[in-house]
């Protein structure tokens, strides 16, 4: 095989590695955000109600979460109360749907409340 052949199968073999790895960015990126669209907000509540319910030791009342990570840090914004404080909100981030949430299990405080 001469040196033409070699360049000639290196640069096809090039371009189908990178058409795969495109191809797979793309279906993970569909994928989180259908996945986000259907389960995000439950996914996200079931964290946020573990988290309290093993960590706080407490029960959830109440609570809502964003169904989108829209900062892509992983994490979704939720609110909740408790049922010994029913009156009182707290906010916090909770896994959001997705590998990252896959990676990120739980929650965590928010560092401040808009």
Do not use: H
């Amino acid at each position: 095989m001469n040196k033409l052949n070699k360049i000639k199968i290196l640069i096809i073999v090039g371009l189908a590695g990178g058409a795969l790895l495109l191809a797979a960015a793309l279906l993970l990126t569909v994928g989180r955000n259908v996945g986000q669209f259907f389960f995000g907000r439950g996914f996200a509540e079931e964290q946020l109600s573990s988290y309290v319910a093993n960590v706080m030791q407490e029960e959830v009342k109440g609570s809502q979460c964003q169904q989108w990570d829209t900062d892509g840090n992983g994490y979704v914004s939720c609110t909740y109360t408790l049922v010994s404080q029913p009156g009182k909100p707290y906010a916090i981030e909770c896994a959001a749907w997705g590998l990252d949430g896959f990676l990120n299990r739980g929650c965590k405080p928010k560092s401040y409340i808009p």
